[in-house]
């Protein structure tokens, strides 16, 4: 058996998120039928995460085991030549047996896309958050300077999927006003709880508005509670930028 190591973009808009469901459209569902439709072969792909309904992702981290006996870079074409035209694969490259895209992870980078304006842009509607007060990013800038580090995030984590520990470390963290009124957040971090990245997105908006202080952020994390924190911001400005793995020699 061989392992394959894929890196996969996708518009999550007309998806039910990443995990297969039974009669819903899915993206581990895409890439399952397409392998299924080229190599004759049922079997299960392995993400590093799941990514809900509406969440894009422009290098989410893919593996899986086959016997095909088809060379990557055939298989990348045949593969994407089988897939809807909202997900595609952009690199494929086969992997050490022991490879898998969870297991093997060490950190994630994603991207949240705000647009702040007092009209919404009709065009751009599923893939950014429309907010209309105006968000001092200055202010939103300083309250995540408390964030960054390694610091006990159970008051961003969403219930619904619990994990042992809830301890994470944010690597980077920036906010930045670009033209045509967008707000680009990036977070980087060796792991992020269930909704984390958009609970601490809605948290700091709320700094933006003006509506809570610039400390708040940092102040909350020692109540693990998440009733305490911002609302979840939407899904459709969220989309996953990379995965880290360990150099071959580590």
């Not at 993206?27 to 392998?35: C, K, R």
């Not at 964030?147 to 980077?172: A, M, N, Q, W």
Request: proline share 5%; aromatic share 10%.
């Amino acid at each position: 058996m061989r392992c394959f190591h894929l890196t996969v973009a996708y518009d999550g808009t007309e998806f039910f998120g990443w995990q297969w469901q039974p009669d819903r459209r899915t993206i581990q569902g895409a890439l399952e039928e397409a392998i299924r439709r080229v190599t004759s072969e049922k079997l299960r792909v392995v993400g590093s995460g799941r990514t809900d309904a509406g969440v894009h992702a422009y290098g989410q981290a893919v593996s899986f085991t086959s016997s095909t006996r088809l060379e990557a870079d055939v298989l990348l074409r045949a593969l994407n030549a089988n897939l809807p035209y909202d997900v595609r694969i952009v690199n494929l490259t086969e992997a050490a047996s022991d490879f898998c895209a969870m297991r093997k992870s060490i950190g994630k980078r994603y991207r949240y896309v705000i647009h702040n304006a007092p009209i919404p842009d009709v065009f751009s509607r599923k893939r950014v958050w429309f907010v209309y007060d105006h968000l001092d990013v200055d202010a939103m800038c300083e309250a995540a300077g408390g964030l960054v580090g390694r610091h006990d995030f159970k008051t961003y984590e969403t219930s619904g999927s619990p994990r042992v520990g809830t301890c994470r470390t944010i690597r980077d963290l920036t906010i930045r006003r670009e033209p045509q009124d967008r707000i680009v957040m990036e977070f980087e971090a060796d792991g992020f709880l269930y909704n984390m990245v958009r609970n601490l997105v809605g948290t700091l908006v709320q700094v933006g508005k003006g509506k809570e202080s610039v400390g708040w952020p940092e102040e909350i994390l020692a109540a693990r509670d998440r009733r305490l924190a911002g609302p979840t911001a939407p899904p459709q400005g969220l989309y996953l930028l990379r995965v880290f793995f360990p150099m071959p020699d580590q």
